[in-house]
Structures are given as structure tokens and as C-alpha cells.
């Protein structure tokens, strides 16, 4: 099989196989569905009672959100790539990130790549469950900005640019598969270099040089959430090309290591269920236990800030009533008359 056609099967497409059957189509525990159905019944009633359209009503779609402490910015696909772009052909360098809900499960225990993820130029939300949270939220997620899919969309846009990348990361012999399938698809594309990321502290200068004497604009670094965002933090002062971004396990989906799900399976967002079936030992912690756990630290937190803005509510209203110079009975309140300072109230 020739590198073009192996790269034309790993794009999007309806025909890739036939619909598979899964074994883990339920794979929550019951004391985790029990917990996190009482979170939502405890959100419900708190929105309820605050007067809210419902906690699924998404009609906010605002360029940036918080979620779990860390800023996700709110736009489009082709946004995305135009920022990547900008950045390439700018005068200082940047950083990009993606998170999904695995890397903000992460961040709840690592200060560290928290800070990290606050110094990105921007962080792009990735996956069905960022997607859930903001939902919860009554956020709209304007597109599901993952990596996989951006990929030959960026390199299309490099080539139309003139930009050239640099693939960092996976095994080794994967980064340069990679780069043969997608010079195969993209002829204009510019593939400055190669390399794999299994590598220590006594050769990293070694592989800085390289990175920096291949011309690259942009660099993708593979080494899965936080070490590849560390990494690059750490380096960024030191590595030429404009543009660093954490592509996580993206070079193991276009050398064809790892097959994408179904199309269908990844417009339902249940594409973590094919990673899962493909690889239950390394993802099973990931994905049963650390979805849900996700789910019901993104609850908690909205919760939380429902619950402090009920209690909010009468101190804001007394703190009202006082600037109003009001008092219980309509007249002018004690403070207010001693002062006469305040607006509606005369000496």
C-alpha cells in the first residue's frame, strides 16, 4: 500500500469499516452514577429556584469560558487556524493547547500545568466532554476544536501559507510515517523535520538545534498532556519556530498506528468509546473512572457558584436598599439620614 493511499483512508470519512460492537457501553460504577445523579438533581433545584431557564439551556456563547480554573477559549475551526496562522507569521513566539477532559481532571492536581495552561496564547476546547461541562453551564461550544481534525486542516492552510512544521513526539518511526502520508496528501506541504520524543535530558539541546536549524514555523509536539506543555514552557525561550502547540496522541492516528471511530461515533461524542475498545489497559482509568469524575467535579463547581450567588442575593439587596436610602418601610434609612450624602436623600 503506497504512503498516498494510506494517508487518503485515515481522513474523516463514512465508509471506514463497518460498525463495530462495543463492550463498554456503560462502564460508570454505581456509587459514581448514584453521586453524580444527586448533583445534578441538587443543581436543578438550586437553578430552580434562582429563577433559571434550566441548567441545559445553552444560550450563551460567549469567546471564553472558565472551566475547573482554567480559561478555554470559545471559537470556531477555522478561527482556531487563523490564530495558529497569525501567530506563524508574527514577531513573537506562541503558545496553543488543546484540553479535553482528561487534561482538566490533570489540572485539579498539578498547580503547575494550570499556571501553564493560563500562559497559552489560546486553549482550544477538545471533545464531547468540554463540550457536556460548558452544557451544564449553559454555555454553547461553538465547535468541537480537536487536534486530530484540525491537523490536515492546518496542514493545508501551511502549505497555502508557505509555512513549514515540525512533528516532535511518539515512538520512534512514527513522527516521519506521519510526515510521508501527509506530504503524500498535501503537495505544496512542508515537512521541515522530524523527531521522536523518547528522549532525555542529555540529548534535549541536541534536539533543539535540530528543530531550530530546520527553518520550522510551527512545531507540534506529541507527548500527551501535561509533559508536552511542560516541555514546551520550559523551552520556549530557546525554540525558534513562532507557533509550539501539544497535539497529545495525534501523530499515532495519521501514521496509522491507532484508526479514528466511525464518523457517526464522533458526532455523538462517543468516540472515547472506540478509544476505549481499542486500547482498554492504557485508557480504562482514563476514560471509566475519569469521566465521570470530570462530570461531577464540573457540577460541584457550578454548584458551588449557584449556591454563593443565592446567598449573595439578600446582601446585595440590602446593600441597594441602603444606596436608595430605604428602610424597611420605604423611608429613609438611618445611615442614609445621618449622612444625607446619598443619592435621594435631603437633608
Known sequence: MSANSRALRLRP????G?????????????????????????LAAVQKSAGSKGWLSS?????SFQLLGVRIDNISMTAA?????DAAHGMSPSSFAFVNADCLNIACGDPRYTNILADQQAVFADGSGIALASRLRGITIRENVNGTDMFPLLCQAAAASGLSIFLLGAEPGIAGRVAANMSAEFQDLSIAGTHHGFFDNSEEDSVITMINQSGADILLVAMGAPRQEVWIAANRNRLAPKVAIGVGGLFDFFSGRVWRAPVAMRRTGLEWVWRLGQEPGRLWRRYVLGNPLFLVRCIREQVVESLSQLSDAPRAAAHEALLLGRDKNGGVGASAAGTGS???CQS
Request: a positive charge; aromatic letters at 4%; charged letters at 20%.
Open 13 to 16: 470519512s463514512p465508509a471506514n
Open 18 to 42: 463497518s460498525r463495530p460492537t462495543y463492550a463498554f457501553e456503560k462502564p460508570v460504577a454505581d456509587r459514581r452514577v448514584n453521586s453524580l445523579s444527586a448533583a445534578v438533581a441538587k
Open 59 to 63: 444560550k450563551l456563547s460567549p469567546k
Open 81 to 85: 487556524i487563523g490564530c495558529i496562522l
Open 342 to 344: 446619598v443619592v435621594g
